[in-house]
């Protein structure tokens, strides 16, 4: 189980570029990447994308790529800019104009100035590699965080298992409660208990309050859970479906024996901090 938040970074190089990646992930509820950079990368945008879908599967990851190349590059051609300052100069005089030496300068670095480079493949081999380091350490943080998610919501299943435990031995007890309130009721009509129209009544109130159903269904979803807590897949979305059922099954429990209502709560209590956690987990 992962967790969608964690930080990662990565460093390549070789003998022209040196990339610096760094990488952070989110809550996201589906796969959201941001890039920021220092250096043209548009395309090598669907290979960066690619790369990170093949690490993070949910949440919003964010990138920062810094690219530095190695030794200095001529933000102008030189011989061009001479032979434009002469061309300029030549064009002044023929044609007579009021252009001073700092607009002829100014023209000439303009037409002069280098073209920027094209991503080249052994810029985007280093890109790649220092992501790829990025998105394995993003991966190892989400994977730590993901495993203290777990626990906490391990111990938090165990708490509600325990207090399964106390509502299964306290119903009898309030079913009695019940049958011994219609039986004097009945007597106090001058009804004998074993008379039918008794019987079918105190049939008819255990049976709106019998919540065996819900409690094989919220047995079977905790069993679910921690099926899928145990998985490598994304199990997020699943996990939050599981608690949502897990809550309205307590709620139905808690509505036919209002008088163990004290002790749904406390398993509502729980299922709420377990899908706040589960909002952070892959």
């Known amino acids: 189980m992962l967790s969608m938040t964690g930080f990662g970074s990565g460093l390549c190089e070789n003998d022209k570029w040196v990339v610096s990646v760094f990488a952070k992930s989110l809550n996201g509820k589906t796969l959201e990447v941001f890039i920021k950079s220092n250096h043209n990368l548009m395309s090598l945008e669907f290979s960066v994308r690619k790369l990170v879908k093949e690490f993070i599967r949910r949440g919003t990851v964010s990138l920062q790529i810094d690219v530095r190349k190695k030794g200095l ?117 001058g009804l004998s208990e074993n008379r039918a129209l008794v019987l079918n009544e105190i049939s008819l109130v255990l049976s709106k309050m019998d919540v065996e159903e819900e409690v094989t269904r919220l047995r079977s979803h905790l069993s679910k859970t921690r099926e899928l807590m145990a998985s490598n897949e994304d199990v997020g979305r699943k996990l939050e479906f599981f608690f949502q059922e897990m809550h309205r099954e307590i709620t139905t429990l808690s509505n036919k024996l209002p008088e163990l209502s004290h002790l749904a709560v406390e398993i509502k209590t729980e299922v709420d901090r377990l899908r706040q956690q589960v909002a952070n987990v892959e």
Do not use: C, W
């Open 73 to 189: 590059a001529e933000p102008v051609n030189l011989e061009e800019l001479f032979t434009n300052i002469n061309l300029f100069k030549i064009l002044r005089e023929r044609l007579s104009l009021l252009v001073s030496d700092d607009t002829v300068l100014q023209l000439a670095v303009r037409l002069s100035e280098a073209p920027k480079e094209e991503v080249d493949p052994s810029l985007e081999e280093v890109v790649l590699g220092a992501l790829t380091d990025a998105l394995k350490e993003l991966l190892l943080r989400r994977s730590e965080e993901g495993e203290h998610i777990r626990r906490d919501m391990e111990e938090r299943l165990r708490k509600i298992e325990t207090i399964l435990e106390e509502i299964l031995k306290d119903k009898d007890r309030v079913y009695e409660r019940v049958k011994t309130r219609i039986l004097e009721k009945a007597e106090e009509l």
